[in-house]
C-alpha cells in the first residue's frame, strides 16, 4: 500500500491542517496518511485526526525508540557535534525527534512519501511512487547547488567517502522525498555506524535529520533519482517559498504554466503560522495560499487580514 507520511506535534497543528487539507484535494479524502509524533506535543493532532479516518498518528513505540536509539549513536560518533550545538544554545542532542520520520522505513506503507509538515501538495504524484520500482528514493529539489546544508564540505574526509560527482547529483532536502519499507536492515545501519565511527565528521550536525538521511541513502549506494536533474527543463518548477515568481491559479502555483508538485514552507518559523492564524498582521510569501488550504473546512474562522502584497499572485 502506498501513503504520504509527515512528522508533526502541535506546535505545527495550523500547518499539519494545510498539508493533509492539500493532500485530500489532489488525492482523495481516502488517501491513507500516517503522521509521526516529533515529540509527545500531540493531543490537538488525536483529537483533530478522529474526523479523519484515513490519517492516524504512528504510536508504535518500540520502532521509535530504535530510530531514537540509531539517531543518538550516530551523534555519538561525531568528534564536534555537541560542541556546535552548545554553541547555538541546544542542550542534548539538537532538534531531537526530526529524524523520527525514518519510522517510516517501519511504518505501514509499503512505499511511502515523506512531506514535511511545512509543505503543501500541490500536484499528483502517481509517477513517483511509479518511479519506486527502479529506484530506492525519489526526491525533487535543488538541494545538490547547497551541499554545506547536507555535508561538511571543508572536511578532508568528504572527498574520500563521496566523490564531487556524487554530491551533485545526489544530496537532497529531507523535505521531500519517497522511499521504500524495509530499506535499511538492522545489519546495514550497522554497518552505517561502524563507517561513521571513522568519518562521522563529514555529517552536518546543524540539520541532523537531513545529513543523516543522506548519508544512510549514499552510503550504501541506495538509488536516488532526483526530478530536478532527470526532468526536462521545460517541465521542472521549483518548490520553495523563497520563489516569489510562482503564478497562482484557483489555488494551484504554476511557473511557466508548469504545475508545482509540492510548496515548502521553508525557512519560515512555525510560531508565524501559529501568529498569522490568531490574527496577527504577518507577510511572507504565499502566505493567503496558506490560509486557504489552512481554512477550507472551515472558512467562516479564518482571521480578516489585510491583502499581503508578497503573495499577491497572477491568476
Same mark, same amino acid.
Request: with cysteine; aromatic share 14%.
Given at each position: 500500500?502506498?501513503?504520504?507520511?509527515?512528522? #508533526?506535534?502541535?506546535?505545527?497543528?495550523?500547518?499539519? %491542517?494545510?498539508?493533509?487539507?492539500?493532500?485530500?484535494?489532489?488525492?482523495?479524502?481516502?488517501?491513507?496518511?500516517?503522521?509521526?509524533?516529533?515529540?509527545?506535543?500531540?493531543?490537538?493532532?488525536?483529537?483533530?485526526?478522529?474526523?479523519?479516518?484515513? &490519517?492516524?498518528?504512528?504510536?508504535?513505540?518500540?520502532?521509535?525508540?530504535?530510530?531514537?536509539?540509531?539517531?543518538?549513536?550516530?551523534?555519538?560518533?561525531?568528534?564536534?557535534?555537541?560542541?556546535?550545538?552548545?554553541?547555538? =544554545?541546544?542542550?542534548?542532542?539538537?532538534?531531537? =525527534?526530526?529524524?523520527?520520520?525514518?519510522? #517510516?522505513?517501519?511504518?505501514?506503507?509499503?512505499?511511502?512519501?515523506?512531506?514535511?509538515?511545512?509543505?503543501?501538495?500541490?500536484?499528483?504524484?502517481?509517477?513517483?511512487? !511509479?518511479?519506486?520500482?527502479?529506484?530506492?528514493?525519489?526526491?525533487?529539489?535543488?538541494?545538490?547547488?547547497?551541499?554545506?546544508?547536507?555535508?561538511?564540505?571543508?572536511?578532508?574526509?568528504?572527498?574520500?567517502?563521496? !566523490?564531487?560527482?556524487?554530491?551533485?547529483?545526489?544530496?537532497?532536502?529531507?523535505?521531500?522525498?519517497?522511499?521504500?519499507?524495509?530499506?535499511?536492515?538492522?545489519?546495514?545501519?550497522?554497518?552505517?555506524?561502524?563507517?561513521?565511527?571513522?568519518?562521522?565528521?563529514?555529517?552536518?550536525?546543524?540539520?541532523?535529520?537531513?545529513?543523516?538521511?543522506?548519508?544512510?541513502?549514499? /552510503?550504501?549506494?541506495?538509488? %536516488?533519482?532526483?526530478?530536478?536533474?532527470?526532468?526536462?527543463?521545460?517541465?521542472?518548477?521549483?518548490?520553495? &517559498?523563497?520563489?516569489?515568481?510562482?503564478?497562482?491559479?484557483?489555488?494551484?502555483?504554476?511557473?511557466?504554466?508548469?504545475?508545482?508538485?509540492?510548496?515548502?514552507?521553508?525557512? %519560515?518559523?512555525?510560531?508565524?503560522?501559529? /501568529?498569522?492564524?490568531?490574527?496577527?498582521?504577518?507577510?511572507?510569501?504565499? /502566505?493567503?495560499?496558506?490560509?486557504?488550504?489552512?481554512?477550507?473546512?472551515?472558512?467562516?474562522?479564518?482571521?480578516?487580514?489585510?491583502?499581503?502584497?508578497?503573495?499577491?499572485?497572477?491568476?
Amino acid at each position: 500500500m502506498d501513503g504520504i507520511v509527515t512528522l #508533526a506535534n502541535d506546535v505545527i497543528y495550523d500547518q499539519l %491542517i494545510a498539508l493533509l487539507n492539500s493532500i485530500e484535494i489532489q488525492l482523495g479524502a481516502d488517501f491513507p496518511v500516517c503522521i509521526y509524533p516529533y515529540d509527545e506535543r500531540v493531543e490537538r493532532i488525536k483529537n483533530y485526526i478522529a474526523q479523519r479516518p484515513n &490519517v492516524i498518528l504512528f504510536e508504535e513505540q518500540q520502532i521509535i525508540d530504535k530510530w531514537d536509539n540509531f539517531a543518538k549513536r550516530v551523534w555519538d560518533t561525531h568528534p564536534t557535534a555537541r560542541k556546535k550545538w552548545a554553541k547555538s =544554545g541546544s542542550q542534548g542532542y539538537h532538534r531531537f =525527534g526530526t529524524h523520527r520520520r525514518y519510522c #517510516a522505513f517501519e511504518g505501514l506503507f509499503e512505499r511511502f512519501l515523506y512531506m514535511d509538515g511545512d509543505t503543501l501538495l500541490m500536484g499528483d504524484v502517481a509517477s513517483i511512487f !511509479s518511479k519506486l520500482k527502479e529506484h530506492d528514493c525519489i526526491v525533487y529539489d535543488f538541494q545538490y547547488k547547497y551541499p554545506s546544508h547536507v555535508y561538511e564540505v571543508n572536511s578532508s574526509k568528504l572527498k574520500k567517502v563521496f !566523490s564531487p560527482e556524487r554530491i551533485k547529483k545526489e544530496i537532497f532536502c529531507s523535505g521531500f522525498y519517497a522511499s521504500k519499507r524495509g530499506l535499511f536492515s538492522a545489519e546495514e545501519k550497522e554497518w552505517l555506524i561502524e563507517q561513521l565511527r571513522k568519518e562521522a565528521e563529514i555529517l552536518y550536525p546543524m540539520a541532523p535529520d537531513q545529513t543523516i538521511i543522506d548519508y544512510m541513502m549514499m /552510503r550504501p549506494n541506495h538509488s %536516488i533519482y532526483n526530478l530536478a536533474l532527470q526532468l526536462p527543463s521545460s517541465e521542472k518548477t521549483g518548490c520553495c &517559498v523563497t520563489s516569489t515568481h510562482f503564478q497562482e491559479k484557483d489555488h494551484i502555483l504554476y511557473y511557466k504554466d508548469v504545475r508545482l508538485t509540492y510548496l515548502h514552507y521553508i525557512g %519560515i518559523p512555525s510560531s508565524f503560522f501559529q /501568529r498569522l492564524c490568531q490574527g496577527e498582521e504577518l507577510e511572507f510569501p504565499y /502566505r493567503d495560499l496558506f490560509l486557504y488550504y489552512r481554512y477550507r473546512e472551515e472558512p467562516e474562522n479564518q482571521p480578516i487580514l489585510k491583502e499581503a502584497s508578497l503573495t499577491k499572485q497572477s491568476s
